[in-house]
Every structure is written in C-alpha cells, then in structure tokens.
Nanobody
C-alpha cells in the first residue's frame, strides 16, 4: 500500500508560481510512475504531468495546456515528487492530485487516471485574476 500526501497549494495571483509537493510512502518509490492531475468544480479529473521510469530512462510528459509553464520532478531520496507551476492562469484553478503506479507506464497510460493505482487527497490551487 502506498500513501500519498500533497502540499503546497494556495491562493496566488495570475502570473504567480507555486511548488506542489507529494510525499509518498513505500520502499520502492524510485520505480513508481508518478503523475499530477487536476479537477475543477463540475469537471472531470484531467492529466497535468507525469514522470515515469522505463527501467533505464526517466521520461516526463505534460498536458499541452501546461507545457512551458509547469515542471515535474522527483527526489527519490526524499520519496517526493514536485510540480513547479509558473505563469499561473485563472483556468489553472483546481484541486491538484498526486498519483502513483507500480507499473511501467507508456505515455498514453501515464496521461489517464486508469494508469494509476494510488491517489492522494489533493491540494487546492486558486489563481485570482
């Protein structure tokens, strides 16, 4: 069982930045595929970014809406994955969820909620105009 705890959300003005963190339990964290999704009120949970490991290489994937603004990274020594969010827009307002998978995910798998086995409780990000 993997437990995920997000932090770092808050209220920020448009153009601002936040760094979201997701702390994970588990002794094999370095092998997990990790993803960030967000969900706005009345909308489905949507893919934001993912960082996966093929067994040899690390890959990162982003939704088109956040490319060039958000960066996903991980610190395996701290069992933590980060999402640096820059140039925030009001449409980025949502609850941000961290997710983990013990499988090796392809790009299509990493960008869907079905690819992940474990989810955090979420952290609210609100961007004011």
């Amino acid at each position: 069982q993997v437990q995920l705890v997000e932090s770092g959300g808050g209220l920020v003005q448009a153009g601002g930045s936040l760094r979201l963190s997701c702390a994970a339990s588990g002794r094999t964290f370095s092998r997990y595929a990790m993803g960030w999704f967000h969900q706005a009120p009345g909308k489905e949970r949507e893919f934001v970014a993912a960082i996966t490991w093929s067994g040899i290489f690390t890959y990162t994937y982003y939704a088109d809406s956040v490319k060039g603004r958000f960066t996903i990274s991980r610190d395996n020594a701290k069992n933590t994955v980060y999402l640096q969010t820059n140039s925030l827009k009001p449409e980025d307002t949502a609850v941000y969820y961290c997710a983990a998978s013990e499988k090796i995910l392809s790009k299509p798998e990493a960008s869907t909620t079905r690819g992940y086995d474990y989810w955090g409780q979420g952290t609210q990000v609100t961007v004011s105009s």
